[in-house]
């Protein structure tokens, strides 16, 4: 089989693309390509570039970090801020927990950050120091 | 002894007064010339070297007794330059003395300048120092109290912080950035 070195910018549209359009065997597909072209020390930012391209399409794909699991309401809550924040017409939420966040959340949206978490707090407490 | 005898016939025949006065004119007369002829010969032998002796004396006496007086004088003269001299030293002591009593005081009075410039240079410098160190606790107070706060928040927050109050600093979160 012969394989192309593709960009990863022409991969990210590529995937982004096949994504919108339902198709549900993309990741394997992807997978299978990095792996034959030996690119997998790329994943990170070759995933960094599809949420950025789908992001461009309309749909964000947002890093939810919180400490304790987020009810229903709060989920919703933070789907409408992101839709509203970045202008996107769907968002697709990755949540995960972290206990040592101790409270708050973390957004994370390609192009952007955002720390309101209680740990991030006290770490700014402690960068007070002199 | 015949000279004798004639001259001795002779005087009582001439005259009775010196006869009686047992004077020989002759004899006399004899005696009177060879007085003048010793005389003659003192004068021209001896008494000029007598007298050049007597006079060699006086004339070394009187210069002993000149140079005495000359020492004497000297010594008078010695002795008042020696007072001058005295007079002088004492002046020039007195001065000396003044003149370092003067430097005495002047070094003195340096020597306190200096020492009240170190002692302020100290006193400076331990300020300094000691504001150094304040400020120095002052940080350390303050990192320690926000480490405190920062440690006893944290532990307070672990323990309190529930699902139900995240939801509301999530909620809250979001809010505050619309």
Redesign the interface.
Known sequence: MTSFRISRRKLADFYADQLLAGKKDVATQLAAYLIETNRLREVELITRDIEAALATRGVVVADVATAHELTPATKDAIETYLKRATRASSVQMKVSVETDLLGGLRLKVPGSEMDATLQRKIMKLRAAKV | MNILTQFSSTTESSGNVFSALGIDWKLLIIQIVAFLILVWILKRYVYPFLIKSVDERQAKIEESTQAADNAKAKAEAAEKDIEKLMVRARKDAKDIVATAKDEATAAIEAAEAKAVTRADKIVASAKEQIDKDVIAAQ?TL??QT??L??SA??MI??ST???K???K???K??E???
């Open positions: 940080k303050h990192n926000i480490d706060v920062a928040t944290e927050l672990g912080v529930d699902s109050v995240d939801q600093v999530v909620a979160a979001i505050d950035v619309r």
